[in-house]
């Protein structure tokens, strides 16, 4: 549903008479990246950096790890969803564009992130950085 009035939006702002993603669907290999051309605008640059982030799914029964790979442009001014590999639930990593009502804060503020709405909930956020000898390095 929201899909859709967005789809309305952007034809009406660019004033297409067709639907923008008909038929333009590309198929999302394991890592997340979608796969195509040097030229296409949404494939990702080799050196543009990326971020990761393991998890344990939170789904009923699955509870099952997995990290995922995504542009730090897209966590930072997107949308990220990953897909769990055993139970194939999508979980919201982020969204800076408001797609979603469960970012909306119950103080009136936005919980943009994964990180965001973990705090929330008063748990903890770990983050690390890769070193230039391939090391995640962790800091309080």
């Avoid at 297409?16 to 949404?42: C, H, K, W, Y």
């Avoid at 982030?53 to 442009?73: A, D, G």
Wanted: contains cysteine.
């Amino acid at each position: 549903m929201l899909h859709r009035s967005w789809v309305h939006t952007e034809r009406c702002r660019l004033g297409q008479s067709r639907r923008l993603f008909s038929n333009s669907v590309r198929r999302l290999e394991s890592t997340g990246i979608a796969r195509g051309d040097s030229s296409d605008p949404l494939t990702s640059e080799p050196s543009e950096p990326r971020l990761q982030l393991t998890f344990t799914c939170t789904v009923e029964n699955c509870t099952e790890r997995s990290t995922h790979q995504f542009t730090k442009r897209a966590y930072e001014r997107g949308i990220v969803l990953v897909t769990c590999p055993k139970c194939k639930n999508r979980h919201l990593i982020t969204d800076h564009i408001g797609w979603f009502k469960e970012t909306e804060g119950t103080d009136g503020g936005q919980l943009r992130t994964v990180e965001d709405l973990v705090r929330a909930k008063g748990e903890k956020v770990t983050r690390g950085r890769l070193n230039a000898e391939g090391v995640i390095e962790f800091a309080e």
